[in-house]
C-alpha cells in the first residue's frame, strides 16, 4: 500500500463505515440557458453562488456576464450571453435544485451495475472539465494554460486510487482553481466522469 492509500484508509477506521458528504450541493435548474450555465458558469463559481445573488435585471446580468468574459476571460461566445442573461434573470427568485452525495467508500469499488457509462461522462467531461483540462486531459484547455498553478495534467494519474481522485473531484483542491463539484454533479455524474478520465492514455504507459 502506498501513502497516498494510507492516509485515505486511515480515513475510514473500520470496512463496515463509509463517508457521505453534506447533502448542500446544488446545481441549475432546468430551463434553456441551463447548459450554458453548467458550461461556463461552472469554470469559476457554483450554482449555490449564482442563486445567492441579489436579483438582477437582464441588463445587469448582460453586464456581468460581459465583464466575466473581458476581465476575466470566461470563454462564452457572444451569442451565447443573451440567452444566458436571460436564464438568469428567470433564476432569481428559483430554488436550486440538490444533487445526491457520493458515498465514497462504496463508489470507491463500485458492483459492475454501478461502474460510470463512458459516454455520460464523456458528456459531463465535455460540460464541465474541458475547458480546463482540455479535449484529451492534458491540462491544455483554454481556461486552464492561463491558470496558477495550471489545470492538472489528467494523462499522469494512473497511480491514484479511485477513491483519492473521486475525493478531488468531490472536494476539489485546495491552492488551485479545481472546485468542488459535489454542488454541482450528481453521484452518478461523478462516477461517469471518472470512468471517462480512466479511459485517457497515460503518459507512463507510452514509456
Known amino acids: 500500500m502506498n501513502v497516498d ?3 485515505l484508509a486511515g480515513e475510514v477506521a473500520a470496512p463496515t463505515r463509509s463517508i ?5 450541493p446544488f446545481s ?3 430551463g434553456p440557458g441551463q447548459e450554458i450555465a453548467n458550461t461556463y458558469c461552472f469554470i469559476c463559481h457554483s450554482a449555490d453562488y449564482i ?15 460581459k465583464k466575466m468574459k473581458l476581465a476575466f476571460g470566461c470563454p462564452i461566445p457572444d451569442e451565447s450571453i443573451a440567452l444566458l ?3 438568469l434573470t428567470h433564476q432569481n427568485e428559483i430554488s436550486p435544485l440538490t444533487s445526491s452525495p457520493l458515498d465514497i467508500q462504496k463508489a470507491s469499488s463500485p458492483s459492475r451495475n454501478e461502474q460510470g457509462s463512458l459516454d455520460k461522462g464523456k458528456s459531463v467531461y465535455t460540460t464541465h472539465c474541458l475547458n ?15 491558470l496558477i498553478p495550471p489545470a492538472a495534467n489528467l494523462t499522469v494519474i494512473g497511480k491514484k486510487s479511485d ?3 473521486l ?14 463539484w459535489k454542488g454541482d454533479l450528481s453521484a452518478q455524474d461523478i462516477l461517469d466522469v471518472l470512468s471517462y478520465v480512466r479511459s485517457f492514455p497515460q503518459e507512463s504507459s507510452k514509456k
Open 5 to 7: 492509500a494510507e492516509i
Open 20 to 24: 457521505t458528504f453534506p447533502t448542500d
Open 51 to 65: 442563486y445567492t445573488q441579489p436579483p438582477h435585471s437582464q441588463t445587469t446580468w448582460t453586464e456581468i456576464i
Open 85 to 87: 442573461a436571460e436564464y
Open 28 to 30: 441549475f435548474q432546468p
Open 132 to 146: 480546463c483540462h482540455g479535449r484529451m486531459g492534458k491540462g491544455d484547455g483554454p481556461i486552464g494554460k492561463m
Open 163 to 165: 477513491k483519492e481522485l
Open 167 to 180: 475525493k478531488t473531484i468531490q472536494n476539489g483542491r485546495p491552492g488551485t482553481a479545481m472546485p468542488s
